[in-house]
């Protein structure tokens, strides 16, 4: 029979495909629209099981936020190739679906892969963009920070590979000193908020090897505890998020920085593209 081209216009803007797919489809349908669907969905399962053992290392951390920051989310959307990461049809994507998560709550992957999208669900249409997109599409992890009493500033930085979100309270500046320490985060990668929350195997890790440089250079052994304390505190320094130096302003500490502007960090998320 013949298929109309607004038949296939109407295809192509439910499904994303493209225009010749489209109008195969409905062809193989004989016409009609939801066979059609059917079959494009069907085409999409087929390319992921082809594609399923493919690494999907590249992509894009997407965000969401409420209009308050009372809540804002993370998504990292993944694909085989760059090239695909820079697609806007991809990006748009990836938006969407952090755009669903936050409207939903979704804490977590599996429950974000439920949730009902675009007439079947977030994993039914990661087939479907694998399908039109020819690579193995995954959503690897998402991450909700919902805060009681202050803020959730999320920032993503440029190129869309790393994105992070920081709970800020007190009743100062919270947004813009919000963001500054999400960029703190983001370019220094601490190990945790602050020396407590260091987990104490890493604590006895860094002990450890100070002991072993310090015995290699012929330190005595009663000072070794003595020496290697002191690495670790410098360590703290280094690789504790409200010991850092500010990145905009190394004679500041962060702690400082939020002292000064009435303001506290009660969490962090960060999302680095295939960490």
Known sequence: MAISAKDVKRLRDETGVGMMDCKKALAEANGDFEAAVELLRKKGQKVAAKRADREAKEGVIATAASDDLGTSVLVEVNCETDFVARNAEFQAFAQSIADLALANGAADRDALLALPFE???????VEVMTGKIGEKIDIRRVALVESASGQAVAYIHPGARLGVIVEVTGDGERESVGRDVAMQVAALNPV????????????????????????????????????????????????????????????????????????????????????
Not at 119 to 125: F, I, K, L, Q, S
Not at 192 to 215: G, Q, T
Not at 223 to 231: E, F
């Open 119 to 125: 007439g079947g669900t977030v994993a039914e249409a």
């Open 192 to 275: 945790a908020l602050s020396r407590d929350e260091v987990p104490s195997d890493v604590k006895e890790k860094e002990m450890e090897i100070a002991r072993e440089v310090a015995r290699s250079e012929g330190k005595p052994d009663q000072i070794l505890d003595k020496i290697a304390t002191g690495k670790l505190e410098r360590y703290y320094k280094d690789n504790v998020l409200l010991e850092q130096p500010f990145v905009k302003d190394a004679s500041v500490r962060v702690r400082e920085l939020l002292d000064n502007a009435g303001v506290g960090v009660s969490s962090y998320v960060r999302f680095a593209l295939g960490d």
